[in-house]
Every structure is written in structure tokens, then in C-alpha cells.
């Protein structure tokens, strides 16, 4: 059974900083594609970004391109969401997620990722 869990929210003022990191436990890591997605309520939930199992192709919601940045790190079975440059309209609780097939590349739908985390709170202040 694979295992997610997502840290790094918080309580961040407009401009800031925040680093989200996804730790995986249950599978070998390296072999599947990961994404990130955000919900706010009353929304549905919303592709951030994703990355190839390679770690050679990452893709990212046109809201978030240019400030935010998806990378990985094999050794230790962690995916990042780096989120430069927040706004208010970025407060949403983000989700980790993974693909269930292995050697799979970037997707930006729900229904290509078998394994979700809990989530973790963003909150940008203005």
C-alpha cells in the first residue's frame, strides 16, 4: 500500500515563500509519475503540477507557471512543490498524489493518479 504525506503548509503574506514536500513509503518511488492539485471549498480540485517518473518532464497549470516549480528527489522518496511569488487566490488545501503505473509521464488528470495524501493548508494573506 502506498502512503503519502504531505508538510510544509502554513500562513504565508502575498510575495512570500512556501517549499511543500510529499514523502512516499510503500513502492519504488522512482518508478512513478507525481502530481500536485489544490481545493478550495465549494470547488472542485484543481491540477498545480506534475512530474514524469524521470523526473525528466514536469507540466504545470497556466495559474502557477513561471512561480512555482515541481522537482523530486529519488534517494529520498520526496516530491517538492516550490511556491514563489504566492497570491490570496493560491489559499487552498494541496494534495499530493501518484500515479498507480509505473514509468508513467506528467498528467494533469485526476483519474491518472491511483494514490492521494491528506492534504496540507496554504493559506496567502494579502
Known amino acids: 500500500q502506498v502512503q503519502l504525506v504531505e508538510s510544509g503548509g502554513g500562513l504565508v503574506q502575498a510575495g512570500g515563500s512556501l517549499r511543500l514536500s510529499c514523502a512516499a513509503s510503500?513502492?519504488?518511488?522512482?518508478?512513478?509519475?507525481m502530481g500536485w492539485f489544490r481545493q478550495t471549498p465549494g470547488k472542485e480540485r484543481e491540477f498545480v503540477a506534475a512530474?514524469?517518473?524521470?523526473?525528466?518532464?514536469?507540466y504545470y497549470a497556466d495559474s502557477v507557471k513561471g512561480r512555482f516549480t515541481i522537482f523530486r528527489d529519488n534517494a529520498k522518496n520526496t516530491v517538492y512543490l516550490q511556491m514563489n511569488s504566492l497570491k490570496p487566490e493560491d489559499t487552498a488545501v494541496y494534495y499530493c498524489?501518484?500515479?498507480?503505473?509505473?514509468?508513467?509521464?506528467?498528467?494533469?488528470?485526476?483519474?491518472?493518479?491511483?494514490?492521494w495524501g491528506t492534504g496540507t493548508q496554504v493559506t496567502v494573506s494579502s
Open positions: 510503500g513502492r519504488t518511488f522512482s518508478r512513478y509519475a
Open positions: 498524489a501518484a500515479d498507480g503505473r509505473p514509468f508513467g509521464s506528467a498528467s494533469d488528470r485526476e483519474r491518472a493518479y491511483d494514490y
Open positions: 512530474i514524469a517518473w524521470s523526473g525528466s518532464r514536469t
